[in-house]
């Protein structure tokens, strides 16, 4: 079982960016995927998830959109108006309905947002 992400780089602020979630010996619309984010000295921290709901963290709706492709088994995170804030690694996961933390995680994909 294996999760790539991918998509990150380095945008100005107002930009946008489209990070991508493959998945590999898993098929992704059997779970909730989440993205989440770390920077330096913090916590991971909640982006957005999917699992026929859309879930997102207050400072990034209205802003970023999660979407599946089922057919390509990838999940992606489309983010606009980025903020330098929204600087950090990104990471997709995989969660079972019963699980109670995610499952399988991706390596992470770096965003960097300049001022």
């Known amino acids: 079982v294996q999760l790539q992400a991918s998509g990150g780089g380095l945008v100005q602020a107002g930009g946008s960016l489209r990070l991508s979630c493959a998945g590999s010996g898993l098929t992704l619309s059997n779970y909730r995927v989440g993205w989440f984010r770390q920077t330096p000295g913090k916590e991971r921290e909640f982006v957005a998830a999917t699992d026929g709901m859309r879930l997102y963290a207050d400072s990034v709706k209205s802003r970023f959109t999660i979407s599946r492709d089922n057919a390509e088994n990838m999940v992606f995170l489309v983010m606009s108006s980025l903020k330098p804030e929204d600087t950090a690694v990104y990471y997709c996961?995989?969660?079972?309905?019963?699980?109670?933390?995610?499952?399988?995680w991706g390596q992470g994909t770096q965003v960097t947002v300049s001022s």
């Open positions: 996961a995989a969660k079972r309905a019963f699980s109670a933390r995610y499952d399988f």
